[in-house]
């Protein structure tokens, strides 16, 4: 089992940036890989970033790449997602997930474990 915690959301301004942590915890992290995804109102959920375990490869949306970057901290059984240059469209419940001893994935539905989500609110 491993449960997730985000934290890090909040409101600000388009062109302001926030860092979200992941914090694991039931077991290491360090062959986990993780994944950040989110969901607007009335939107499906969607795939904004994952770094797998192996080799702390990335992977990225089109829409968040060169403003986002994931990262992680296998000692402190954490995850960042740093986000950079917010827009409107940012606007949503941002997710961590977890999936135990395989490569990093792009779908939603391979994630075993997931948070209970973080609110960011990018106002213009």
């Known amino acids: 089992q491993v449960q997730l915690v985000e934290a890090g959301g909040g409101l600000v301004q388009a062109g302001d940036s926030l860092r979200l942590s992941c914090a694991a915890s039931?077991?290491?992290?360090?062959?986990?890989?993780m994944g950040w995804f989110r969901q607007a109102p009335g939107k499906e959920r969607e795939f904004v970033s994952a770094i797998s375990w192996s080799d702390s490869s990335t992977d990225y949306a089109e829409s968040v790449k060169g403003r986002f970057t994931v990262s992680r901290d296998n000692a402190k059984n954490t995850v960042y997602l740093q986000m950079n240059s917010l827009k409107p469209e940012d606007t949503a419940v941002y997710y961590c997930a977890a999936r135990p001893w395989r490569s990093r994935s792009a779908k939603a539905n391979e994630y075993d474990y997931w948070g209970q989500g973080t609110q960011v609110t990018v106002s213009s």
């Open positions: 039931g077991r290491t992290i360090s062959t986990v890989a």
